[in-house]
């Protein structure tokens, strides 16, 4: 059964930093490609950074150059730093996996960002 644990969500200011985990089950090394998608009231799910089994990386062009995707294996935990926080930063974020061609989400974690 795959079970991914989001935390870390929280209030922060603009221009402040958050760090978001995804604990995973099973061991990570099974997942094909892990990630973060995030969702604002209103709005369609969106991607904000992935990466693979290989280590390779991909960021939505909103989030480039602030946000870093991460991937500790020895935790089996993935991580989003995410720097210089906006407003519209503001969402429900989701830890996102793929395991033999099946996506698998976590429950969520709010991300709210002051101005």
């Known amino acids: 059964q795959v079970q991914l644990v989001e935390s870390g969500g929280g209030l922060e200011q603009a221009g402040g930093s958050l760090r978001l985990s995804c604990a995973t089950s099973?061991?990570?090394?099974?997942?094909?490609?892990m990630g973060w998608y995030r969702q604002a009231p209103g709005n369609q799910r969106e991607l904000v950074a992935t990466?693979?089994?290989?280590?390779?990386?991909n960021y939505a062009d909103s989030v480039k150059g602030r946000f870093t995707i991460s991937r500790d294996n020895a935790k089996s935990t993935v991580y989003l730093q995410m720097n210089n926080l906006k407003p519209k930063d503001t969402a429900v974020y989701y830890c996102?996996?793929?395991?033999?061609?099946?996506?698998?989400w976590g429950q969520g974690t709010q991300v709210t960002v002051s101005s």
């Open positions: 996102y996996s793929r395991l033999q061609r099946i996506d698998f």
């Open positions: 990466v693979t089994s290989g280590g390779g990386t």
């Open positions: 099973p061991l990570i090394f099974a997942f094909d490609v």
